[in-house]
């Protein structure tokens, strides 16, 4: 059961699934196609783009397009989508549509050209609702949020097995200020999903996060979402770990760079959820101590740092601020908003006597001991009697091959990134709750 897709095995084509106890699987596909806008033809000539030549971009995108309808995904998840081209807009439709797909597409804002593309197909799904959720920030990006729920015999656990999918495609991060945006669109995105669950009264059920989203597993990005709870459905099924940053790659970027940034992440209802804005807190100053250690300052260093010129053995607002500044965490259009700082010196000042001492510094910023991630096992419920359905991960692929080794081949030209479908088993599991 163990295969690969096309030439290296069926096993992740969700029409022709079971696991071994013969319950019925879905897949997931996320896949940033590479906009045509985008796509440089000629290393000598940057202004060259496939969008000039019609005959390259409509191949390209019907091989694609094969290569979808070929492993047929429960879920497709496209970023890049060239929402700007009606025609390729309608070739998409057109093939996904009779192919049994439910499509939904999203352009990104301030007329960028490119956008998302969401298909679900009804033989698996019957869609509850979608939103689109616009960021309005710099970097013109957006999200859309699909409420499905399984027909039969893919909701063989309960009548009404719901899920909720989540596409988008994160900033770029060109340069440092960049980086704090992306995590506000993260965190964008979690709060929608969380004032959505609770605007429609849902219980809990698994929640599955798809797209490009420009960073590493080494980057803040990656922690936050672990420290909601969420996993990386690729590393789950390889048995990979936190530490494991280069066994798998899957984007050759602009640069000449190779790295893994396309993700399906999976939260299932059995696992504990910290507080959102705990979670937020903490990546920010995850954020603010990578940057005082990149300089080489010590526990003491960094304390004296955010004093600035106060003489007290005590941080105030207006050096937490300055400090912020100084870090390029603020003061740009792109910073932290006043509220998320005032957020941050809350958390910070735990007695709330409007200072921070030392051992406050040592808690909340430097060490940040005050909630721990949990493992993968203690990160369970465990002893909740009620039931609800999960997912658990099955198999996941990437392709080309090549990319599962860490190495991208030259010869592959569908995109500049490379395609992930993953393999899901819905399995019953108990609630949790969130903690703070």
């Keep these: 059961m163990k295969g690969r897709i096309s030439k290296i095995g069926s096993y992740a084509i969700s029409s022709s699934i079971k696991d071994h106890h013969q319950q019925p699987c879905i897949s997931c596909t996320t896949f940033n196609i590479l906009a045509p806008i985008y796509k440089r033809l000629s290393p000598k000539d940057q202004s060259i783009r496939e969008s000039d030549n019609k005959a390259y971009w409509m191949g390209r995108n019907h091989r694609i397009i094969d290569w979808l309808l070929y492993e047929r995904s429960s879920i497709i998840c496209l970023q890049e989508f060239w929402v700007g081209n009606e025609e390729l807009v309608r070739l998409y439709e057109k093939r996904l549509g009779d192919a049994g797909y439910l499509c939904y597409k999203l352009g990104r804002t301030n007329n960028r050209g490119d956008g998302l593309l969401t298909a679900v197909h009804k033989d698996y799904f019957r869609v509850v609702n979608s939103r689109d959720l616009l960021f309005n920030d710099c970097g013109d990006r957006v999200a859309q949020l699909l409420h499905v729920e399984l027909v039969p015999p893919y909701s063989q656990y309960e009548s009404h097995q719901q899920v909720l999918i989540v596409n988008t495609h994160l900033l770029f991060p060109h340069d440092s200020t960049l980086s704090i945006v992306r995590l506000q669109q993260v965190y964008k995105i979690l709060q ?245």
């Design 192 to 436: 929608y999903v969380e004032s959505y669950q609770k605007e429609v009264n849902l219980s809990p059920m698994p929640i599955m996060l798809c797209g490009d989203w420009n960073g590493s597993k080494r980057g803040h990005v990656y922690k936050f979402l672990r420290s909601q709870g969420f996993v990386s459905s690729y590393d789950t099924a390889h048995r990979y770990t936190d530490s494991d940053a280069h066994k798998w790659v899957s984007h050759r970027n602009h640069r000449g760079n190779i790295c893994a940034v396309d993700f399906i992440w999976l939260l299932n209802p059995n696992r504990y959820r910290k507080l959102l804005k705990t979670s937020w807190s903490e990546a920010v100053f995850g954020m603010f101590r990578y940057l005082l250690r990149r300089a080489s300052l010590t526990a003491e260093d960094a304390f004296a740092f955010l004093k600035t010129d106060n003489d007290g053995d005590y941080i105030t607002f207006m050096g937490f601020c300055e400090t912020l500044r100084q870090l390029n965490l603020t003061g740009h259009c792109n910073g932290l908003t006043t509220k998320e700082i005032k957020d941050l010196w809350t958390q910070a000042d735990i007695d709330g006597n409007g200072l921070v001492d030392y051992k406050e510094f040592q808690q909340r910023i430097w060490n940040q001991t005050w909630s721990e991630q949990r493992d993968a096992d203690d990160g369970e419920a465990k002893g909740n009697k009620e039931q609800t359905v999960g997912f658990s991960v099955k198999n996941a692929v990437l392709f080309p091959p090549e990319v599962e080794k860490g190495k991208w081949p030259e010869n592959y030209s569908l995109s500049d990134h490379a395609r992930l479908t993953v393999v899901f088993s819905p399995i019953r599991m108990p609630c949790s709750q969130l903690v703070s």
